[in-house]
């Protein structure tokens, strides 16, 4: 099976604008989480969505928001970027039991300048 | 709240050597564990996970961890690491009431050296 594909790779834009990603999970995956990873705070969840439902949401500002299609794809945006939202973001699919292993896509590196 | 700690940021080793790298959450309900590997510039590959049974559990490239209910610890351990075992490890956690969110440590540097 393809992996998780997350679109594009690498990004760069200036603050105040917003900015969309996109994932597409391992087929048959219905349930896809985003992560945000930054040298000084580590690896922090978004949040998860279920066909097409938030299912659950971290600690963020409402700047960051997502949805899901009927086809289980992802994507999250971000508006009015910060300097501090430079980071890669990471999405992951997985089968919607506890415990299953969530795949990791090779993520999106945004810088904001 | 729920945190997981990695008491080791970086850990240097001399290739075939043996290698620990240690891992700590918090919690008072069921978990389950993780142990991922990040290469540079990728994302993040499962080696192992602890749901239930026994607490050895074995992974992928070598690797196994052990889980230790009464120590809140899930160390993972390599008898013999390779020049390409270079990388950053997470260990993450997940309760059984946070649907699919993945808590994770800070991360542990291995650097392999020959």
């Known amino acids: 099976k393809a992996g998780v594909t997350q679109t594009p790779r690498y990004l760069i834009k200036t603050r105040g604008q917003q900015v969309t990603l996109s994932c597409s999970p391992i087929s048959g995956h219905r349930s896809v989480s985003w992560y945000q990873q930054t040298p000084g705070q580590g690896l922090q969840f978004l949040f998860e969505?279920?066909?097409?439902?938030?299912?659950n949401k971290g600690n963020f500002p409402g700047r960051f928001s997502g949805r899901q299609f009927s086809n289980s794809r992802s994507e999250m945006n971000v508006s009015t970027l910060e300097l501090g939202d430079s980071a890669l973001y990471l999405c992951?699919?997985?089968?919607?039991?506890?415990?299953?292993?969530?795949?990791f896509g090779p993520g999106t590196r945004l810088l904001v300048l | 709240a729920q945190s997981v700690t990695q008491l080791d940021s970086q850990v240097p080793v001399f290739e075939e050597a043996p290698v620990e790298l240690r891992c700590n959450y918090s919690?008072?309900?069921?978990?389950?564990l993780f142990w991922y590997v990040q290469y540079p510039n990728q994302g993040l590959q499962l080696l192992l996970k602890?749901?239930?049974?026994?607490?050895l559990v074995k992974g992928i490239n070598g690797f196994e961890a052990e889980f230790n209910k009464s120590q809140t610890s899930f160390h993972l351990r390599k008898p013999s690491v390779h020049i390409s075992d270079t990388a950053e490890y997470f260990c993450a956690v997940t309760y059984s009431g946070s649907a699919r969110q993945l808590t994770f440590g800070s991360g542990t540097q291995l650097t392999v050296l020959p």
């Open positions: 969505y279920f066909s097409e439902t938030q299912r």
């Open positions: 992951a699919s997985s089968l919607p039991d506890f415990g299953e292993t969530q795949y």
């Open positions: 919690s008072s309900v069921s978990v389950y």
């Open positions: 602890y749901l239930s049974g026994s607490t």
